[in-house]
């Protein structure tokens, strides 16, 4: 049992100063102000100094992290998540890349076989697979190699109940929206990505149950204002929520405050897309079967050809935001929180409620994260 006292809680609807949160059992029991919030004797109390309150950060989007990688190694999901609350983030969807089928189903059984024993960190909610039904004209830093056709029979086994949460694809490819189709019948949600997908391809993708763009802008047609393409479908369609990687490298600031103003934060997850790079030095490392050379601000091939993943940190990407759009911290962290909590159709996380799972993100007002609560239990204190 936890209570949190003099912090400010955050949530969507108003900002509580001066305020105190309980959780037990790994939820949040109450919240409100000092005095109108009892902390039984027995809670451990820990004291906020004024800093804010906010829900953990649900990551959408991650490769690895830490030297390891998700695609070439999967049983690495369970080391990296101990680490990713040192971000704020208490949730993830680890990314599996193009690869052959059976890293696919390797990847499933890692998550089907559960949390290891006196493990604490991020809890992943199922898996993202990216591929491998890709246009080979946007696979970006995916080895074109294993990119293939849709297909039913291949994906009889991807399902939420086994795991597969969100699934990204190119909805143009021949078979793609009897694939949709199938996906969205078994709870996966299907996100349009590393495509080439006209506007017209798009709203059709759209209306068979595509609900999410997997990093706006990216492997995707430019911004054209006679051939709109996936960009402008994601942009302009109020039913469809978009990933962006806000590093101010992937993503130009001024492109950054466009898709703001289009959609603002019920419309777009921050992602970071990270790799095994993240939390490491400069240097070579892996992603998938593909060697990307790391500098001290982004990832590329080793042939400079594509940006292979990325380097951002979830509190960076809530500093970007501010700074590339002017809006506000409570604003930014819908993008990490509520949203992505949306995207997935969870009603108990990315929110400060009584009854919601207590994860937790003690933050300093400038966005630097404090401490990181994970199902009401402690998993990462910077002061320690």
């Known amino acids: 049992m936890i209570g949190f ?21 790994g939820r949040i029991r109450a919240l409100g102000r000092r005095d109108a919030v009892e ?14 309150l906010v829900p953990g950060f649900i990551e959408l989007q991650i490769n690895g992290g830490f030297g390891m990688d998700f695609t070439e190694r999967p049983e690495t999901i369970w080391p990296v998540a101990e680490r990713l609350p040192a971000y704020g983030v208490t949730s993830f969807l680890p990314t599996v890349i193009t690869n052959p089928m059976a890293t696919f189903q390797q990847a499933i059984e890692v ?15 199922g898996l993202h697979i990216e591929g491998p039904f890709l246009n080979q004209g946007k696979k970006g830093a995916h080895n074109p190699a294993y990119i293939r056709p849709p297909d039913l029979e291949a994906t009889a086994t991807w399902s939420r109940d086994n795991g597969v949460r969100l699934v990204t694809l190119a909805p143009e490819q021949p078979g793609a929206i009897e694939l949709i189709r199938a996906l969205v019948a078994r709870g996966v949600v299907v996100s349009a990505g590393h495509s080439l997908a006209t506007y017209e391809q798009a709203e059709q993708a759209f209306s068979a149950g595509v609900t999410y763009g997997t990093h706006l802008y990216n492997a995707q047609p430019p911004l054209d204002h006679r051939k709109p393409g996936l960009s402008a479908a994601l942009l302009t369609d109020p039913g469809v929520v978009f990933g962006m990687i806000v590093d101010g490298v992937h993503v130009h600031p001024a492109m950054v405050d466009l898709a703001w103003k289009a959609k603002g934060p019920d419309g777009i997850t921050l992602v970071t897309d990270a790799m095994a790079a993240l939390g490491m030095p400069p240097g070579t490392y892996p992603l998938g079967d593909h060697e990307v050379v790391v500098d001290g601000t982004s990832a590329w091939l080793a042939d400079h050809s594509s940006l292979a993943g990325s380097i951002l940190t ?7 935001l501010m700074a590339f759009t002017g809006c506000t911290l409570g604003e930014a962290l819908l993008t990490l929180t509520r949203t992505p909590a949306r995207v997935l159709g969870l009603t108990d996380r990315g929110r400060m409620a009584s009854g919601a799972i207590a994860d937790l993100v ?3 007002p400038d966005g630097r994260v404090l401490m990181t609560v994970a199902a009401g239990e402690v998993v990462y204190n910077a002061g320690r």
């Open 111 to 125: 998550i089907q076989a559960g949390e290891p024993v006196n493990f604490r960190g991020a809890r992943p909610l």
């Open 5 to 25: 006292e003099n912090v400010t809680i955050l949530t969507p609807e108003r900002t509580i100063d001066g305020g105190a949160l309980l959780v037990r059992d």
């Open 314 to 320: 979830h509190d960076s990407a809530l500093r970007n």
């Open 39 to 52: 902390l039984p004797a027995g809670a451990q109390r820990i004291d906020g100094q004024g800093n804010l």
């Open 362 to 364: 003690l933050l300093s």
